[in-house]
């Protein structure tokens, strides 16, 4: 009896021993992403932004903006790409209904059941959860953008537009009668929102027997609310203009009586006489007005003045900024050291200072670096920059140049930050190069559709005023890039060449300035033999020259 106990023991425990082994087995690691967002009614941050979600994939969060068409409460999503083979998971308290919601990411809503339902509540931040052999949680946040704007002939400064309390106080010159005033607009609803009765009817224009009432409806609320409108007399002060100015540029800011045509001069400060600014450069939007002055000399003072109805503002002036060039554009400053068995090339003069730098530390750590100097310069003198694809032992390697340090490589990965200081306003970035297009035979598994089709150099430049450079990572499972929609990038332009080009050319990289009332803080230029390079994605042997690169101000 004893014996059948001892084996009856050793039994269970073999068993128990077998249920730990099997529950140590590790899963693969595979990181649970949201991939892209959309939802109805979705717009851009600011004029001139994409459209597009802001994914953050290290701090997994989604923002994105809407306008006022829709409901918050209930705003349909209308595709939400996540990694391939996860499963979604939406929080059943925001949404409409969480049994019918998709289990699985979607790249529209004709690609799920007609019965499913999106809906979901983002008056506040709602979380998802990517599930892979592990749970990874998104935040996701939604912001509605409403508008809301009056315009009246007479008006002085801006209206004063309380959406809690749902006041309006609007102000107009003392010669302006309460009795017969002329609404040109009133938006309180936001653009797609709706004012009872209309206010810009001409049977609506006496205010002066104190606040005039009106019922305002949001475009997806069946029920109206009451507002007050009042209207006061004060006297105008838009003698005047802030001034932001850039190198050969600056543009005026102001305020003004709606109805009135602002009159702006300008001189250097060293003339003696005044030049009147064209009127087609003069722009007014209700009590507001800009005016753009070109053809401005860096580096030079400058004043201003505005005449309204023939009576000028008071002097005023401004500095335009100073016309930095671009360090080391000639790409003749090179150096080397030793690494291992290997050589690392610098793109800096042997005991300088770094202000390009390359993914050379990362090649040389199996091989050879693949951005090199070059005697074959489009000047026929110096040297220049030979950025060569190439498959290093391991893994794709991109012939690469950018403005920046490599910080470090993660296992065959690397860590890089984009950005030096820099605060001017280039309008373009000119480039010399050549280009040696071959067919993309390395990919990885997102890209393999590219495969057999021709390679693509990539050069683009970005002014930005990110507090700090910004941190560049390859890994896949932590894959941070630039991202142009970024809302801290001022201005951007690309160059992207899917075809050899086997003479040197030149090439203007013109910038578009989605802001002209910020100071960038960094400059980023970025050149690459293969455009999906950071996808360890090209064509071994896909190679850019690149030479005489200088910024331009026009």
Known sequence: MRNRNIICYIICLLSLTACVIEDDIPYPLQEGAILS?????????????????????????VTLFV???????????????????????????????????????????????SDANTRVDFTKPVSFTVKTYQEYVWKVSVTQLIKREVDVTGQV???????????????????????????????????????????????????????????????????????????????????????????????????????????????????????????????VSGTSFTASLTGLKAATAYQYRVSVDGTAGEEQSFTTAEAVPLTNGSFDDWSSVPAGKNTLWQPWAEGGTSFWDTGNKGATTVGNSNSTPTTETSTGS??????????????????????????????????????????????????????NCV????????????????????????????????????????RQLFDPSDPKVIAYGELTKGESVSSWTQADIVLDYRYTNRTPKYIVVVASASKYGDYFTGGEGSKLWLDECELIYD
């Not at 967002?37 to 969060?61: N, Y």
């Not at 969480?98 to 809503?109: K, V």
């Open 157 to 283: 400064a801006d209206a004063v537009i309380d959406p809690v309390n749902r006041n309006v106080i609007i102000y107009v010159s003392p010669d302006q009668s309460l009795s017969d005033l002329q609404v040109n607009s009133m938006m309180l609803g936001g653009e797609f929102g709706r004012v009872e009765p209309d206010p810009t009817d001409p049977a609506e224009k006496d205010y002066s027997k104190g606040p005039r009432q009106f019922y305002v409806g949001y475009n997806w609320e069946e029920t109206m609310s009451k507002w007050n409108v009042f209207v006061y007399h004060k006297e105008s002060n838009a003698s005047g203009a802030e001034a932001f100015a850039m190198v050969t540029r600056a543009t005026l800011s102001g305020k003004i009586q709606s109805g009135k045509i602002p009159v702006v001069e300008y001189k250097r400060q060293a003339d003696a006489a005044w030049s009147t600014l064209a009127a087609s450069a003069v722009k």
């Open 439 to 478: 067919p993309i035979n390395k990919s990885d598994d997102d890209f393999k559709y590219l495969v057999g089709r021709p390679d693509s150099c990539q050069v683009y430049i970005a002014l930005t005023d990110w507090d700090a450079p910004l941190e560049i990572r390859t890994r896949p499972s932590e």
């Open 382 to 435: 110096g040297q220049a920059a030979s950025l060569e694809s190439k498959y290093i032992v391991l893994k794709f390697a991109a012939g690469n140049i950018f403005t920046g340090t490599y910080v470090r490589t993660d296992g065959t990965n690397g860590v890089l930050q984009f950005g030096r200081p820099f605060t001017s306003f280039p309008s373009k970035l000119r480039i010399h190069y050549k280009y």
């Open 37 to 61: 967002m959309t939802v109805e009614g979705q717009r851009a941050a600011e004029e001139g932004q994409s459209v597009e979600a802001t994914i953050d994939t290290k701090a997994r969060t």
């Open 67 to 113: 306008n006022d068409s829709v409901d918050l409460s209930r705003l349909k999503i209308k595709s939400l790409k996540v990694t391939e083979g996860a499963t979604l998971m939406a929080d059943s308290a925001a949404c409409a209904d969480i049994l019918r919601f998709p289990t699985t990411g979607f790249a529209s809503l004709d690609s799920i059941s």
